[in-house]
């Protein structure tokens, strides 16, 4: 672990960021905001260009970006990376250049064979890229996991961690990983934690109270709106703090029933889920659905969309227009123990 990075090793680079989505738009800010040299290559007419144009950077198709670039940043939706890499990058990139990944994903499943001849990069933020860029702004940064894969220049290391200081992770904390850790694990995380996990354990509380009779619109306040206020303790400080601010009752259900819910059967199946991940069972059903055109992804997703949750849902924060801000917002300021 490391908080001593600085931006020297890039200091007369020319940095190209392909994408202006979540990470790109805070990646690109933040390194010119660093004093560093950047570029952002997007398609013409692609719905970010102007944005980025908007912001004051300058905006070039990706292969003209990646040409004369000494560090190129691949922050496209994972999806597209293999053609873009095919036809943007492997064609123009110079030798000794380093290749910049914010997730493993291709290069670890192979989707992507980089050249022999360049450094092959992580650098990974461990938040959105609106928190990003907001910390930077605040003087201070998100923490990143970084990775080597390929060093050819003997600098890749160092490219890393001045391209983690550029965009503020480095005033916080750098934790040095691999490209099979971090696909691994943030696979995992977003499968059976975030993503799929806390969903489906909302969906089938929600399910269990409205089949016993008790009105849809009390059991997503109970098993949906309220875990906010949970995941935010667990955010600040861990599962000490949750416990100091729930009630005796509330502490002692879950004691006794939250491994009921969530048990060894379901410890398993994490498990299996992530030898799928492991062994590439996932990455190759994942690559050939997008390849098939998303089939099962949009029927999985229009389910999701139409479960009674989200009928009920939309009604209930229609009422609350606290929630209605337009924009995702960072994380709130910590709470104040009041009691
Ligand atoms: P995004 O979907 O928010 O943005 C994608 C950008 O790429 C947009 O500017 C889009 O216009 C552009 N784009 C799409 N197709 C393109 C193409 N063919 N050529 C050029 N530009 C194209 O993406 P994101 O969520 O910022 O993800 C970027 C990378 O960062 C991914 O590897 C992702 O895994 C990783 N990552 C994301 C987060 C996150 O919080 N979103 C966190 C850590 C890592
Ligand atoms: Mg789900």
Not at 11 to 25: D, H, K, P, T
Not at 59 to 76: C, F, H, S, W
């Amino acid at each position: 672990m490391s908080t001593t990075a600085t931006t020297d090793t890039l200091a007369n680079a020319r940095i190209a960021v392909l994408g202006y989505g979540s990470q790109g738009r805070a990646h690109a800010l933040n390194l010119r905001d660093s004093g560093l040299d950047v570029v952002v290559g997007l398609r013409p007419n692609g719905p970010t260009w102007h944005k980025a144009v908007a912001d004051g950077l300058r905006v070039v198709e990706p292969a003209e970006a990646v040409r004369g670039a000494d560090l190129v940043a691949v922050l496209t939706p994972d999806m597209v990376q293999p053609a873009l890499y095919k036809e943007a990058i492997a064609p123009n990139l110079k030798a000794g250049a380093a290749l910049l990944f914010a997730h493993g994903f291709n290069v670890h499943f192979k989707q992507i064979e980089p050249r022999p001849d360049i450094d092959v990069v992580l650098v990974a933020p461990k938040g959105p890229g609106a928190l990003v860029r907001s910390e930077y702004e605040r003087g201070r940064g998100v923490p990143c996991v970084y990775a080597v894969q390929q060093d050819v220049s003997g600098q890749a290391e160092e490219k890393a961690k001045a391209y983690a200081a550029g965009i503020g992770g480095a005033r916080a904390l750098l934790i040095a990983t691999d490209f099979k850790e971090e696909t691994e694990t943030d696979l995992f995380g977003e499968q059976a934690v975030l993503c799929g996990g806390a969903s489906e354990l909302v969906i089938k509380g929600f399910e269990t109270l409205v089949e016993a009779g008790y009105q849809p619109e009390i059991a997503y306040y109970e098993v949906l709106h309220e875990l906010k206020l949970i995941v935010d303790l667990f955010y600040e400080g861990g599962i000490t703090r949750m416990l100091e601010f729930v009630s005796e009752t509330a502490q002692y259900g879950d004691y006794v029933s939250g491994p009921r819910v969530v048990d060894a059967g379901t410890k398993a199946r994490m498990k299996d889920v992530l030898k799928d991940i492991q062994d590439g069972t996932f990455a190759r059903n994942w690559i050939a659905e997008y390849q098939a055109g998303l089939p099962n992804y949009k029927k999985l997703k229009q389910a999701d969309l139409e479960h009674p949750i989200e009928q009920v849902g939309k009604t209930l924060r229609a009422r609350m227009p606290w929630l209605q801000a337009s924009a995702p917002k960072p994380a709130a300021e910590p709470l104040k123990k009041t009691a």
